[in-house]
T-cell receptor, first 114, second 115 residues
Framework: SQKIEQNSEALNIQEGKTATLTCNYTNYSPAYLQWYRQDPGRGPVFLLLIRENEKEKRKERLKVTFDTTLKQSLFHITASQPADSATYLC?????????????FGSGTRLQVQP | KAGVTQTPRYLIKTRGQQVTLSCSPI?????VSWYQQTPGQGLQFLFEYFSETQRNKGNFPGRFSGRQFSNSRSEMNVSTLELGDSALYLC??????????????FGPGTRLLVL
């Protein structure tokens, strides 16, 4: 069956360090992979999208990689700040034209210590 | 531009009742998707509406239904509520014409508690 796995354990890092979050998937042929941030009691906020033919995408302090051979995406936050503390979700869009149904991983909670 | 709004924000119901949740998308967006979020199952896709038609449907029982109006506002209804329906219900809007990778914008959600 299709599965998306994110590290369920919280990631604790020191301010200024680089946070790296992992998203692994099986039995999927995703066309797109998206990363979202979710704060407690709020809806997810879109951060980055990467296509299956792209290896890397950057936006300010954020970087996403997408390895379709390893079936893995890595999400990096450089120079992390306490304000980056949140749950980060990866979401896949299968390779079906027009299908907007996102399939989410369970999310990884990031805690940045000052 | 105003973001996606959902009403009500919080709701308490008892088993067997039914509930209707409302979502107003971002102005100009024609696609509205609904998701259920629970601690155990995470975020799961319910259905998507575009131009008043259901375009995609997730793996939920028929007790979960929705509709979309001509102004793109959407409602979802859950009949015969069960305890397991307690969740955060999220609505997301997008233009609806940009292909599968189109960015979706989520609302703050409606927290439903079934007693």
């Amino acid at each position: 069956s299709q599965k998306i796995e994110q590290n369920s354990e919280a990631l604790n890092i020191q301010e200024g360090k680089t946070a790296t979050l992992t998203c692994n998937y099986t039995n999927y042929s995703p066309a797109y992979l998206q990363w979202y941030r979710q704060d407690p009691g709020r809806g997810p906020v879109f951060l980055l999208l990467i296509r299956e033919n792209e290896k890397e995408k950057r936006k300010e302090r954020l970087k996403v990689t997408f390895d379709t051979t390893l079936k893995q995406s890595l999400f990096h936050i450089t120079a992390s700040q306490p304000a980056d503390s949140a749950t980060y979700l990866c979401a896949l869009v299968p390779f079906y034209t027009g299908r907007r149904a996102l399939t989410f991983g369970s999310g990884t909670r990031l805690q940045v210590q000052p | 531009k105003a973001g996606v709004t959902q009403t009500p924000r919080y709701l308490i119901k008892t088993r067997g009742q039914q509930v209707t949740l409302s979502c107003s998308p971002i102005s100009g967006h024609r696609s509205v998707s609904w998701y259920q979020q629970t601690p155990g199952q995470g975020l799961q896709f319910l259905f998507e509406y575009f131009s008043e038609t259901q375009r995609n449907k997730g793996n939920f029982p028929g007790r979960f239904s929705g509709r979309q109006f001509s102004n793109s506002r959407s409602e979802m209804n859950v009949s015969t509520l069960e305890l397991g329906d307690s969740a955060l219900y999220l609505c997301a809007s997008s233009l609806g014409t940009g292909g599968s990778g189109e960015t979706q914008y989520f609302g703050p959600g409606t927290r439903l508690l079934v007693l």
